[in-house]
């Protein structure tokens, strides 16, 4: 094999001799014209296709093609479980950033969890949950939060009632589904008598 031709055949795979052609069968110092890294593939393997060359890029490769392989079960998976995905696939264990159309919260579960009958967090109070949004949904239920949010949709929440005065201490999960968050408001209201008809 000419000397000069080898290498431009290395070349062409993505590799670049880093001294001269040994010889068909021999180990040849090589740098990865894609990641840099120093690689000694025979130029006989090379040419056979037995070997991309870099052992690194040839992980990575077949990694994305078994991803690729993966990524229309995984999509039709997340979707028959109620998900909308907003960015490809990433892997089965890896946080998949998505929409659960049930509630249409943005959440990052991950598709073996899914497969598993795990659902959306912020629907089962688990989410993380932004405090100045928080206190706008008790303030638009008539209350004023009197300490900062607890951090959980499911912790009591002290406030007061804008309307009557009173201390209550609802869940925002409760506010959020539409109940009533002072009880003596609702109290009020239902021993209240019925105007008679005239």
Not at 28 to 34: E, P, Y
Not at 113 to 132: E, H, K
Request: charged content about 20%.
């Amino acid at each position: 094999m000419d000397a000069a031709l080898a290498a431009a055949i290395m070349h062409a795979v993505g590799l670049e001799p880093l001294e001269p052609y040994p010889g068909s069968n021999a180990a040849w110092n090589c740098r990865c014209l894609n990641c840099a890294h120093r690689v000694a593939p025979t130029f006989g393997s090379v040419r056979s296709g037995a070997t991309s060359g870099c052992r690194r890029c040839g992980r990575a490769a077949a990694d994305a093609r078994r991803l690729a392989v993966g990524r229309e079960r995984a999509e039709a998976d997340l979707r028959a479980a109620g998900f909308e995905p907003l960015e490809p696939y990433p892997g089965a264990r890896a946080r998949w950033r998505c929409r659960h159309l049930a509630c249409g919260s943005v959440v990052h579960p991950r598709l073996f969890r899914i497969r598993a009958g795990s659902g959306c967090l912020a629907c089962a109070g688990r989410a993380p949950v932004d405090p100045a949004v928080a206190e706008a949904d008790m303030r638009a239920a008539g209350l004023r939060p009197l300490v900062p949010f607890p951090g959980r949709v499911r912790d009591p929440w002290k406030c007061r009632c804008v309307r009557c005065g009173h201390l209550c201490a609802p869940t925002l999960n409760n506010i959020r589904r539409g109940q009533g968050g002072c009880l003596a408001c609702v109290s009020s209201a239902a021993v209240r008598p019925r105007s008679s008809a005239s």
